[in-house]
């Protein structure tokens, strides 16, 4: 067995909607290809005795032991493998159930599904399934020790990717909240909320954060000032930049005991408490200056550490900290019960478990001095020994929730602090040796205010209830009634997917400031283009979401990334589907177009509850789509009296329709007349037909989202086929005594829409076409086929990037679909093969002939216009164009095209590149 490629999915997707995190291994079983597992001796017994939990899979039995069972009785390694990848996460501490295995078309390759928690867990757990099953099958067996190391490796990496206890909890909530969120992991930050009701987040800092209060609680001594200035209880103290100073600091605050910190450092680092004497005082100091240049002196407070945190200005926990402490047994050592503790599954390292490890160092020695300990003292019974002298959490301390605890003048105290210093995130330390009095009664005083205060001590408190701190965070962020995301809509489809969106965010700009889309010719917004190139992917639509200047999202989403890593988005407003042809068939090991429709369709069941689905009423595999769809299902037609769009509106639904010239939206009983056709220029004074289904298509997604008649109308009229507002989709232009029209069409589906077009050209028509390399040979033989029925002279080129065929291949596979074609006797169809893109388009517009339309279907788009624009077309496209050419009249009789002058013989086209030019006649034999 060997594994071909993984992927990783991190949206909705073709194997789930509501899994986002799913690995999708492609395997191939090689020579187990045909040895299910009852065929492989010792196989079960020796699965049992590695993972005997795979006892609590159900698999399709639907029972504890489902799955064994289906083992004994004989599977296939790729399901085998699925389960195990699954267990492997479950016993590192990452609960995963989800899984599928589907062999693909080629016989012994499988595609194994399963989820994942962590990203780079998942992956790892791919590859250890592959390790244990192959060593099974080889060995009969798995070594523990192998076993063990994965699960660690395993273990591993789910405490790297933790994302600490303060986010982690914010980021519970979010969810809890139905508030998308991302890691923008350019910057460190966490974003809540889409566009431009987006929120951010570090830790417990966030938006709201105030720069001048933040630097402020960083600054302690300018702290202290500011809130003593303000009759706040505060400790006395100075601060010193040199060890000289030390000494009349201490006598000016009256001598010991006292404090010494680093003026601007947190989580406890460098802070000595109780100091008695000179000597500790010199140690003190140099810890502090190894963490700040500034060194504060404070008179010792004796009393109890105190956490208060105030969110908006308002008290939502508080908790007692104790420092790092064992308490003896009468039999083990001081080490050996800190080795017992840091036992403890609550503890770990570092800031994302709930407590944290006890470490041992100079700082714990010279505390045990203190009290008389060494690590070796055994502790009497209920004996209490400190680790620590402060309480921080990050240094092993424990936290006792007293909430319910405080007095209410020490809250009001707490809460006016917060104000004075303009935090709205902000961790209060008390030190006071009765939190149920006021301050002035237990002779209390706040210690410290610190910006990005940690919540997990409130959270998950040692002692005492844990309190959802990260509730009135993300109330604050977005108070009741606070849009948390801005409108998407998601645009799919074999064909129209660019020019629809592309009219979709035209029509949105007339009702919103900053319409953001993507598309397969770049990324826009504003109005702006912001990156060019091929954007239909989840990494473009983040980008668009991310963005805090956006206020809705037209998202062009193709069936690559939807394949590769899944939507970008959780939910979407709206989702139309367009249509479902054959194309990129063979690809991604999706190999027919019921499975296409199944991708395409993962845009229509990521509608949520209350959007739209605007689905093609006209094509069955889209249509059907309706049964997915969680929200509202609205069909558009070009047929009035389409069955499903009269049903539609019969039981109150909304739908889109050609009717009497008119784009026309039904609702219920009412009829909304959008724009007669012939007034919007993308359909070409409707002789386009599938543009006036995109226009359909583009006017309903708009509607259902809540956009005027009138702005819609606005949107129709002002955009333009053109080469500026839609790069390669029917752009038409006008060279004087001809024209020429450039389309992005590269799939049967496409030349087929495009044909509609041509065919009611009334002059002499000029083809040159050409297909992906990556397409079956099929396709493009079909190309060829559907080229001889609407051109009189077709010109085969081949794209720049041949995608792993031979030169030329493509194009003789599209020459043979012409050669095939029977056409009219009368009316002969000439071709001929420039392979390379640009001598072909150049030869074409030189040599058309008057009245003439040349259609240029280029890999190229930019390239060839810029080859039209270089002969300087006039401005009005359809200058010059009998307006009976029309929908209406598309079956009206043809004028004789007139004669097309072949390519002359041009030495820089050899054999390889040029076939010599043929006529097609009526009977199907071609000849010189």
């Not at 008179?299 to 926990?317: C, E, P, S, T």
Request: proline share 5%.
């Amino acid at each position: 067995m060997k594994i071909l490629q993984t992927q990783t999915l991190r949206g909705p997707n073709y194997w789930s909607i509501r899994r986002s995190k799913l690995i999708v291994v492609r395997l191939d079983l090689e020579e187990l290809a045909d040895r299910p597992s009852n065929t492989i001796p010792g196989f079960y017994e020796g699965l049992i005795a590695a993972l005997p939990s795979l006892e609590e899979h159900f698999c399709s039995p639907g029972c504890r032991g489902g799955f064994l069972s289906r083992v004994r009785e004989g599977t296939m390694m790729g399901h085998i493998l699925e389960h195990v990848a699954l267990e492997l996460q479950t016993l590192a501490d990452m609960p995963v159930g989800f899984g599928r295995t589907r062999e693909t078309a080629t016989p012994g390759i499988y595609q194994v599904v399963f989820e994942y928690q962590d990203e780079a867990a998942g992956r790892y757990a791919a590859r250890a399934a592959l390790r244990l099953c192959q060593s099974i099958v080889q060995t009969g067996s798995y070594p523990t020790a192998e076993l063990a190391q994965d699960l660690e490796d395993l273990k591993g990496l789910r405490v790297d990717a933790t994302l600490g206890a303060s986010t982690e909890a914010l980021v519970r909530e979010a969810e809890a909240l139905g508030i998308p969120w991302m890691q923008l992991e350019t910057c460190d930050l966490f974003q809540f909320g889409y566009g431009k009701y987006q929120k951010r987040i570090q830790a417990a800092l966030t938006s709201h954060s105030n720069v001048l209060g933040v630097e402020l609680a960083c600054d302690k001594e300018r702290t202290k000032n500011i809130l003593s200035s303000m009759g706040i209880p505060v400790p006395l103290g100075k601060v010193v930049f040199s060890f000289s100073e030390l000494e009349e600091a201490i006598s000016s605050l009256g001598g010991y005991p006292i404090v010494i910190k680093p003026l601007d450092g947190n989580h406890g680092r460098g802070i000595t408490i109780n100091i008695q004497s000179a000597e500790q005082a010199e140690v003190a100091y140099d810890r502090a200056r190894d963490v700040s240049k500034g060194v504060i002196v404070e008179h010792f407070y004796q009393g109890r550490d105190h956490r208060i945190l105030v969110v908006n200005h308002k008290v939502v926990a508080v908790a007692e900290r104790v420092p790092a402490h064992v308490i003896g047994d009468g039999v083990a050592t001081i080490a050996e019960l800190v080795a017992q503790e840091n036992q403890d599954e609550r503890r770990g390292a570092g800031h994302d478990n709930m407590l944290t490890h006890i470490e041992l160092d100079d700082a714990t020695d010279e505390l045990l001095r203190n009290q008389g300990f060494i690590l070796e003292t055994v502790l009497e019974v209920g004996q209490v020994c400190y680790l620590r002298a402060t309480a921080n959490l990050s240094t092993g301390g424990i936290a006792i929730d007293r909430t319910d605890d405080i007095h209410p003048e020490t809250l009001w105290l707490a809460e006016r602090v917060s104000r004075i210093i303009d935090l709205d995130v902000a961790g209060i330390d008390v030190i006071t040796t009765d939190i149920t009095k006021t301050l002035a009664e237990a002779d209390g005083v706040i210690v410290e205010v610190n910006a990005a205060p940690g919540l997990r001590m409130h959270i998950s408190p040692s002692q005492g209830v844990g309190r959802n701190v990260a509730a009135p965070i993300l109330r604050m962020l977005f108070p009741p009634g606070t849009p948390t995301r801005v409108p998407i809509v998601a645009v799919t489809g074999t064909n129209g997917k660019t020019t629809t969106t592309r009219l979709i965010a035209h029509i949105f700009s007339q009702v919103h400031e900053s319409v953001g889309f993507t598309t397969t010719d770049g990324i826009y917004i504003g109005g702006h283009l912001i990156e060019k190139g091929d954007t239909t992917g989840p990494q473009s639509a983040q980008l668009i979401l991310q963005d805090p200047t956006v206020d809705i999202a037209v998202l062009e989403t193709a069936r690559g990334g939807i394949l590769r890593s899944g939507l970008a988005f959780e939910s979407c407003d709206v989702g139309v589907v367009l249509n479902v042809a054959a194309d990129h068939l063979g690809l991604g090991d999706i190999n027919t177009i019921d499975q296409m429709a199944r991708v395409k369709g993962v845009i229509a069941e990521a509608v949520h509850a209350d959007g739209y689905a605007v689905l093609n009423a006209e094509d069955d595999r889209v249509a059907a789509m309706a049964d997915l769809v969680r929200g509202k299902v609205a069909y558009f037609s070009m047929d009035p009296d389409n069955p499903r769009v009269r049903s539609q509106v019969q039981r109150g639904g909304i739908a889109a329709v050609l009717k009497d010239g008119y784009i026309v939206i039904l609702q219920q009983d009412w009829i909304h007349r959008i724009e007669k056709i012939e007034q919007v220029p993308l359909t070409l004074g409707g002789r386009a037909p599938f543009m006036i289904a995109n226009a359909l298509a583009a006017s309903l997604a708009a509607f259902v989202q809540g956009v005027g008649v009138e702005q819609i109308r606005a949107g129709l009229r002002s955009f333009k086929a053109s080469a500026q507002q839609t790069p390669g989709r029917m752009n038409l232009f006008n060279l004087g005594h001809f024209h020429a029209l450039v389309d992005y069409a590269h799939n049967p589906a496409g030349y087929e829409a495009v044909g509609s077009f041509v065919k009611n050209w009334p002059g002499p028509r000029i083809g040159v076409v050409g297909g992906p390399g990556d397409r079956r040979d099929e396709d493009l033989a079909e190309l060829g086929q559907l080229s001889a029925t609407f051109f009189d002279q077709i010109i085969v080129k081949e794209d720049d990037d041949n995608r792993g065929r031979p030169r030329g291949n493509a194009a003789e596979l599209i020459v043979q679909g012409i050669s095939q074609t029977k056409t009219d006797p009368a009316k002969p169809v000439s071709y001929s093969v420039q392979l390379d893109e640009a001598e072909a388009i150049a030869w074409a517009l030189d040599h058309a002939p008057e009245k003439s339309l040349v259609v240029i279907f280029p890999d190229s788009v930019s390239r060839a216009i810029s080859l039209i624009m270089s002969r300087n077309p006039v401005a009005d496209a359809l200058e010059g164009v009998s307006s009976e050419a029309s929908v209406a009249t598309e079956s009206a009789p043809e004028p004789a095209p007139e004669p097309v002058p072949e390519p002359a013989p041009d030495s820089r086209l050899t054999q390889d590149s040029v076939l010599n030019p043929v006529s097609v006649g009526g009977n199907g034999t071609a000849g010189i």
